[in-house]
């Protein structure tokens, strides 16, 4: 059962949009009235959205495979999301690791985490940010063991409501 990551292409995006509102909604649904999550999934996670975004030159997506099976993705931007925060001359974001919602705690976010800091070393950043649900404590944990802190607080809109969250960042 080794992990292999790879490069996502535009066949991928159906199996990545699925898993993202898979992971979404299992981590986060119980927050969010019906429509607002229909909304957000829908701007965030569909097929569409997800093959455009693995076209686009400026952001990187790589797939976690477990015998052969999508187990996570990231996708990181190469562009600063909170230039006004940044403490870095080229920041760039990490804008979303997923996983499984059954395979949290197999190493996949670990690995695709080591791709990350990588890929954003060899694109010349400086400086990594994401975004962190203020209750999500639990991924607080994984990325201050990855070298991130908080560094400010910042909103996340989900349909029509606004939650609060917590910049961090971490120095390349």
Partial sequence: MSLVLRPATPADAAAVAALGRAGF???F?????????????ADSHAEEVTRAQIDNPALRT????????????????????WPELARGHHAIELKQ??????TTGGGIGTSLMGWALAEARAAGADEVQL???CGNTGAQRFYAR???AK????????GSQVDHEFL?????
């Fill in 97 to 102: 690791l997923y996983t499984a919602p059954d």
């Fill in 25 to 27: 909604t299992a981590a």
């Fill in 62 to 81: 790589m797939l976690a495979e477990r015998d052969g099976a999508l187990v996570g993705f990231c996708k990181l931007v190469l562009a600063c999301g």
């Fill in 29 to 41: 649904g119980h927050l969010y009235q019906p429509e607002n999550l229909a909304a957000f999934l």
């Fill in 168 to 172: 961090f960042a971490r120095l390349l």
């Fill in 131 to 133: 975004s962190v649900w």
């Fill in 151 to 158: 560094v400010g607080d910042v909103e996340f809109h989900v």
């Fill in 146 to 148: 990855h070298g991130f």
